[in-house]
Every structure is written in structure tokens, then in C-alpha cells.
């Protein structure tokens, strides 16, 4: 069962742009919430999280944003560089051990 | 600071062989492990966690089964590969899951 989604595989986005990564989820149960970036025949990073009684966290370039009633988040990303090119993953929380991951989008940003 | 280790980073194997992947943290002591798995065009799926030597849980039925034979490795296995266990295995320690390497294994 695909409990997160990412519906987008990829994006594609001009250097200096905002880059927008969207992720939508299906139990309201889930608190809290993970992007992971992941560059090829590397294992994914950790990049910036989110808990349910937030709506938003910033961290330099990276926001997210989460839409509790829409059960959506998205990944802002300001002004995108072409090092951000990899494949950025969701993830959803209901307990430590307990984590859902998106299938992934695939972001290329142009020079 | 800490550090993991995944190995081989590339396997092929046949159908029916057995599998052995290692995974050893150092740097840290009595870490939560985490095998996942990512099969082509999925997300990461759990299949295995510890939170101690010796203690594993499934999260899925599946032709693997994972060890925790010391405090910092963490092992998955089989004893007959499937040719859907094809995919990329991924472990991972601590919370939010840091992850390795990872070893792409191509089951033929």
C-alpha cells in the first residue's frame, strides 16, 4: 500500500528558479514528516523534516511546507543551483521505526 | 564522528544462491539498524529494524531474514534468492535514518 506519494517522477528547473517538490499522504496518523536527497549509487542524506504541529520549517535554501487538512507537504527550493540535481524522496513518520517512503522525484536543474 | 559501511556495493547473483550483505556502523554504540530495500521506479521500503543486539523486527513476509550478531553490524540474508528480490538494499542507523552506501543486487 503506497501510503506517500510523489506523483511527479521528475522536474526539470532552471538554475536560480524555485524548484517546488510536492508529496501527498494518506493516513492523517503520521507525524512527522522527512525529505532525503539522493544522488546516483549513493545511499539518500537527510535534508530537512517536519513535525505535524508545524505547518512550516526553513532551512537555508530548503522549506517545507505541510498541509495537514490537504495531507500534503512540499519542498521549496530557492534559488535552485545545479548541485541540487538528484532524486528527492518524502517520508512520513508514525513512530521511530515505523517510517513510508515516495517512490521519488527526479529534479535536473539547468544552467 | 560516525560512519557506515555497506558491502559489496554491486552483486549479481542466480536464482536459488544464498545471500549474505553486511552492514557495520562505527563510531556510535547500541544504534537502531535499518535494512530497507528500493526495487526500480519504488520508494524505500522497511524490511527489517533492531533496536539491540540479537533483536530484529519484520516489517514485511519475504524470502529474507536479517542478524544483529554484535552491537554495531547487522547482517541480511537468504537462503534462495528470487529474482524479485532484485533491487537496491540500503541500511541504516540511528533517527532519522542515516543511510549507507547501499548494494545493488541484480538476482538472475
Known amino acids: 500500500d503506497q501510503q506517500v506519494k510523489q506523483n511527479s517522477p521528475s522536474l526539470s528547473v532552471q538554475e536560480g528558479r524555485i524548484s517546488i517538490l510536492n508529496c501527498d499522504y494518506t493516513?492523517?496518523?503520521?507525524?512527522?514528516f522527512l525529505w532525503y536527497k539522493k544522488y546516483p549509487a549513493e545511499g539518500p542524506t537527510f535534508l530537512i523534516s517536519i513535525s505535524s504541529i508545524k505547518d512550516k520549517n526553513e532551512d537555508g535554501r530548503f522549506t517545507v511546507f505541510l498541509n495537514k487538512s490537504a495531507k500534503h507537504l512540499s519542498l521549496h527550493i530557492v534559488p535552485s543551483q545545479p548541485g541540487d540535481s538528484a532524486v528527492y524522496f518524502c517520508a512520513a513518520s508514525l513512530s521511530n521505526n515505523d517510517m513510508r517512503f515516495g517512490a521519488g522525484t527526479r529534479l535536473t536543474v539547468k544552467p | 564522528s560516525q560512519t557506515i559501511h555497506q558491502w559489496p556495493a554491486t552483486l549479481v547473483q542466480p536464482v536459488g544462491s544464498p545471500l549474505s550483505l553486511e552492514c557495520t556502523v562505527e563510531?556510535?554504540?547500541?544504534?537502531?539498524l535499518y535494512w530497507y530495500r528500493q526495487a526500480a521506479g519504488r520508494g524505500l521500503q522497511l524490511l527489517f529494524y533492531s533496536v539491540g543486539i540479537g533483536q530484529i523486527s519484520s516489517e514485511v513476509p519475504q524470502n529474507l531474514s536479517a542478524s544483529r550478531p554484535q552491537d554495531r553490524q547487522f547482517i541480511l540474508s537468504s537462503k534462495k534468492l528470487l529474482l524479485s528480490d532484485s533491487g537496491f538494499y540500503l541500511c541504516?542507523?540511528?533517527?532519522?535514518?542515516?543511510f549507507g552506501p547501499g548494494t545493488r543486487l541484480l538476482v538472475l
Open positions: 493516513n492523517s496518523m503520521f507525524d512527522y
Open positions: 563510531g556510535t554504540s547500541n544504534p537502531n
Open positions: 541504516a542507523w540511528s533517527w532519522p535514518p542515516n
